[in-house]
T-cell receptor, first 106, second 118 residues
Framework: DAKTTQPNSMESNEEEPVHLPCNHSTISGTDYIHWYRQLPSQGPEYVIHGLTSNVNNRMASLAIAEDRKSSTLILHRATLRDAAVYYCSPNEKLTFGTGTRLTIIP | EAGVVQSPRYKIIEKKQPVAFWCNPISGHNTLYWYRQNLGQGPELLIRYENEEAVDDSQLPKDRFSAERLKGVDSTLKIQPAELGDSAVYLC????????????????FGPGTRLTVL
Protein backbone atom coordinates (compact mmCIF):
# COMPACT_ATOMS: atom_id res chain seq x y z
CA ASP A 1 0.00 0.00 0.00
CA ALA A 2 1.11 3.54 -0.74
CA LYS A 3 2.27 5.44 2.33
CA THR A 4 2.59 9.08 3.33
CA THR A 5 5.01 11.14 5.36
CA GLN A 6 3.93 14.31 7.13
CA PRO A 7 5.53 16.46 9.85
CA ASN A 8 4.20 15.53 13.26
CA SER A 9 3.29 19.08 14.19
CA MET A 10 3.26 22.66 12.94
CA GLU A 11 2.40 26.03 14.40
CA SER A 12 1.07 29.12 12.72
CA ASN A 13 -0.08 32.54 13.77
CA GLU A 14 -3.73 33.37 13.38
CA GLU A 15 -4.65 34.97 10.05
CA GLU A 16 -1.36 33.88 8.51
CA PRO A 17 -1.11 31.37 5.63
CA VAL A 18 -0.22 27.78 6.48
CA HIS A 19 1.51 25.29 4.21
CA LEU A 20 1.13 21.65 5.24
CA PRO A 21 3.36 19.26 3.28
CA CYS A 22 2.81 15.61 2.48
CA ASN A 23 5.15 13.15 0.83
CA HIS A 24 3.50 10.32 -1.09
CA SER A 25 6.32 9.08 -3.28
CA THR A 26 4.73 5.67 -3.93
CA ILE A 27 1.39 6.98 -5.17
CA SER A 28 0.04 5.19 -8.21
CA GLY A 29 -0.49 7.05 -11.45
CA THR A 30 -4.27 7.17 -11.28
CA ASP A 31 -4.91 7.68 -7.58
CA TYR A 32 -6.11 11.01 -6.26
CA ILE A 33 -4.54 12.78 -3.30
CA HIS A 34 -7.03 13.33 -0.50
CA TRP A 35 -6.84 15.61 2.51
CA TYR A 36 -8.99 15.29 5.60
CA ARG A 37 -8.75 16.95 8.98
CA GLN A 38 -9.84 15.87 12.42
CA LEU A 39 -10.89 18.35 15.08
CA PRO A 40 -10.63 17.28 18.71
CA SER A 41 -13.13 14.59 19.72
CA GLN A 42 -14.63 14.44 16.23
CA GLY A 43 -14.39 12.19 13.22
CA PRO A 44 -12.32 13.33 10.24
CA GLU A 45 -13.84 15.70 7.72
CA TYR A 46 -13.06 16.19 4.05
CA VAL A 47 -10.91 19.16 3.07
CA ILE A 48 -9.85 18.80 -0.56
CA HIS A 49 -8.64 16.35 -3.20
CA GLY A 50 -6.76 16.49 -6.49
CA LEU A 51 -5.02 14.44 -9.18
CA THR A 52 -2.46 16.54 -11.04
CA SER A 53 -3.53 20.15 -11.23
CA ASN A 54 -3.65 22.55 -8.34
CA VAL A 55 -7.09 22.74 -6.77
CA ASN A 56 -8.98 25.38 -4.83
CA ASN A 57 -12.15 25.26 -2.77
CA ARG A 58 -13.72 27.35 -0.04
CA MET A 59 -11.64 25.69 2.65
CA ALA A 60 -8.17 25.44 1.16
CA SER A 61 -5.91 25.07 -1.84
CA LEU A 62 -3.96 22.01 -2.87
CA ALA A 63 -0.65 22.32 -4.68
CA ILE A 64 0.54 19.10 -6.30
CA ALA A 65 4.12 18.56 -7.41
CA GLU A 66 4.65 17.86 -11.08
CA ASP A 67 5.90 14.33 -10.35
CA ARG A 68 2.98 13.81 -7.91
CA LYS A 69 5.30 12.55 -5.21
CA SER A 70 4.35 15.33 -2.86
CA SER A 71 1.62 17.86 -2.26
CA THR A 72 0.98 20.86 -0.03
CA LEU A 73 -2.27 21.86 1.60
CA ILE A 74 -2.55 25.62 1.87
CA LEU A 75 -4.80 27.41 4.34
CA HIS A 76 -4.74 30.99 3.18
CA ARG A 77 -5.70 32.68 6.47
CA ALA A 78 -5.63 30.31 9.40
CA THR A 79 -8.19 30.79 12.15
CA LEU A 80 -8.41 29.20 15.57
CA ARG A 81 -11.05 26.85 14.19
CA ASP A 82 -8.43 25.39 11.83
CA ALA A 83 -6.55 23.82 14.74
CA ALA A 84 -6.76 20.10 13.99
CA VAL A 85 -4.82 17.06 12.83
CA TYR A 86 -4.48 17.11 9.04
CA TYR A 87 -4.17 13.85 7.13
CA CYS A 88 -3.24 13.23 3.53
CA SER A 89 -3.97 9.99 1.70
CA PRO A 90 -2.62 8.78 -1.63
CA ASN A 91 -5.74 6.82 -2.45
CA GLU A 92 -9.50 6.75 -2.04
CA LYS A 93 -9.17 4.01 0.52
CA LEU A 94 -7.95 6.80 2.87
CA THR A 95 -4.65 5.29 3.91
CA PHE A 96 -3.76 7.77 6.63
CA GLY A 97 -0.46 8.13 8.42
CA THR A 98 -0.02 9.93 11.71
CA GLY A 99 -0.96 13.31 10.24
CA THR A 100 0.18 16.81 11.17
CA ARG A 101 -1.15 18.44 14.31
CA LEU A 102 -1.67 22.11 13.48
CA THR A 103 -1.64 24.61 16.33
CA ILE A 104 -2.88 28.14 15.70
CA ILE A 105 -1.40 30.87 17.87
CA PRO A 106 -3.78 33.77 18.60
CA GLU B 1 -29.72 16.73 7.53
CA ALA B 2 -28.51 14.35 10.23
CA GLY B 3 -24.95 13.14 10.00
CA VAL B 4 -23.58 9.67 10.65
CA VAL B 5 -24.85 8.43 13.99
CA GLN B 6 -22.87 6.07 16.16
CA SER B 7 -23.63 4.48 19.50
CA PRO B 8 -22.53 4.13 22.12
CA ARG B 9 -20.09 7.03 22.28
CA TYR B 10 -18.08 5.36 25.03
CA LYS B 11 -17.73 1.77 26.15
CA ILE B 12 -15.65 0.23 28.91
CA ILE B 13 -15.42 -3.54 29.15
CA GLU B 14 -13.15 -6.17 30.62
CA LYS B 15 -10.99 -8.28 28.37
CA LYS B 16 -12.59 -11.40 26.94
CA GLN B 17 -16.02 -9.75 26.97
CA PRO B 18 -17.97 -9.16 23.75
CA VAL B 19 -18.81 -5.68 22.51
CA ALA B 20 -20.85 -4.26 19.65
CA PHE B 21 -20.93 -0.88 17.96
CA TRP B 22 -23.80 0.47 15.91
CA CYS B 23 -23.75 2.89 12.99
CA ASN B 24 -26.54 4.64 11.11
CA PRO B 25 -25.19 6.26 7.93
CA ILE B 26 -26.46 9.36 6.22
CA SER B 27 -29.74 8.65 4.48
CA GLY B 28 -29.22 7.48 0.91
CA HIS B 29 -25.53 6.69 1.29
CA ASN B 30 -24.87 3.27 -0.19
CA THR B 31 -21.26 2.91 0.97
CA LEU B 32 -20.40 2.37 4.61
CA TYR B 33 -16.97 2.10 6.21
CA TRP B 34 -15.66 1.04 9.61
CA TYR B 35 -12.30 2.40 10.75
CA ARG B 36 -10.22 1.87 13.87
CA GLN B 37 -8.13 4.72 15.24
CA ASN B 38 -5.45 3.97 17.79
CA LEU B 39 -4.20 6.74 20.05
CA GLY B 40 -1.95 9.13 18.15
CA GLN B 41 -2.53 7.41 14.82
CA GLY B 42 -4.68 8.03 11.79
CA PRO B 43 -7.78 5.93 11.14
CA GLU B 44 -7.28 2.51 9.55
CA LEU B 45 -9.94 0.95 7.36
CA LEU B 46 -11.40 -2.28 8.72
CA ILE B 47 -14.21 -2.97 6.27
CA ARG B 48 -16.13 -1.29 3.46
CA TYR B 49 -19.68 -2.10 2.37
CA GLU B 50 -21.38 -1.35 -0.91
CA ASN B 51 -25.03 -1.72 0.05
CA GLU B 52 -25.21 -5.10 1.83
CA GLU B 53 -21.99 -6.48 0.36
CA ALA B 54 -18.64 -6.31 2.12
CA VAL B 55 -16.36 -5.38 -0.79
CA ASP B 56 -13.16 -4.87 1.20
CA ASP B 57 -12.60 -6.64 4.51
CA SER B 58 -8.92 -7.38 4.03
CA GLN B 59 -7.95 -5.45 7.16
CA LEU B 60 -10.63 -6.94 9.43
CA PRO B 61 -9.19 -9.39 12.01
CA LYS B 62 -11.65 -12.13 11.27
CA ASP B 63 -10.80 -14.32 14.22
CA ARG B 64 -12.53 -11.95 16.63
CA PHE B 65 -14.12 -9.18 14.58
CA SER B 66 -17.33 -9.42 12.60
CA ALA B 67 -19.57 -6.92 10.89
CA GLU B 68 -22.91 -6.90 9.21
CA ARG B 69 -25.04 -4.49 7.25
CA LEU B 70 -28.43 -6.05 6.90
CA LYS B 71 -30.76 -4.34 4.43
CA GLY B 72 -27.92 -2.09 3.34
CA VAL B 73 -28.56 0.66 5.87
CA ASP B 74 -27.46 0.32 9.52
CA SER B 75 -24.37 -1.61 10.41
CA THR B 76 -22.98 -3.35 13.46
CA LEU B 77 -19.35 -4.09 14.24
CA LYS B 78 -18.70 -6.76 16.86
CA ILE B 79 -15.62 -7.90 18.76
CA GLN B 80 -15.69 -11.21 20.56
CA PRO B 81 -13.72 -11.67 22.70
CA ALA B 82 -12.16 -8.25 23.23
CA GLU B 83 -8.44 -7.96 23.98
CA LEU B 84 -6.48 -5.17 25.65
CA GLY B 85 -5.08 -4.11 22.29
CA ASP B 86 -8.56 -3.45 20.94
CA SER B 87 -8.79 -0.24 22.95
CA ALA B 88 -9.27 2.45 20.32
CA VAL B 89 -11.83 4.74 18.71
CA TYR B 90 -14.04 2.96 16.19
CA LEU B 91 -15.24 5.29 13.46
CA CYS B 92 -18.04 4.76 10.99
CA UNK B 93 -18.24 6.70 7.73
CA UNK B 94 -20.58 6.74 4.77
CA UNK B 95 -20.51 8.05 1.24
CA UNK B 96 -22.65 8.21 -1.84
CA UNK B 97 -20.92 7.60 -5.13
CA UNK B 98 -22.90 9.25 -7.88
CA UNK B 99 -20.48 8.41 -10.69
CA UNK B 100 -19.27 10.59 -13.51
CA UNK B 101 -15.97 12.42 -14.00
CA UNK B 102 -16.84 15.35 -11.74
CA UNK B 103 -18.29 13.45 -8.79
CA UNK B 104 -16.30 12.70 -5.68
CA UNK B 105 -16.71 9.94 -3.12
CA UNK B 106 -16.45 12.16 -0.04
CA UNK B 107 -16.62 10.23 3.17
CA UNK B 108 -18.65 11.60 6.06
CA PHE B 109 -17.53 10.38 9.45
CA GLY B 110 -19.43 9.88 12.66
CA PRO B 111 -18.06 10.95 16.06
CA GLY B 112 -16.79 7.46 16.84
CA THR B 113 -17.08 5.05 19.75
CA ARG B 114 -14.22 5.11 22.24
CA LEU B 115 -13.61 1.57 23.49
CA THR B 116 -11.56 0.89 26.60
CA VAL B 117 -10.69 -2.71 27.38
CA LEU B 118 -9.51 -3.32 30.95
Amino acid sequence: DAKTTQPNSMESNEEEPVHLPCNHSTISGTDYIHWYRQLPSQGPEYVIHGLTSNVNNRMASLAIAEDRKSSTLILHRATLRDAAVYYCSPNEKLTFGTGTRLTIIP
Amino acid sequence: EAGVVQSPRYKIIEKKQPVAFWCNPISGHNTLYWYRQNLGQGPELLIRYENEEAVDDSQLPKDRFSAERLKGVDSTLKIQPAELGDSAVYLCASSSWTGGPSSYNEQFFGPGTRLTVL
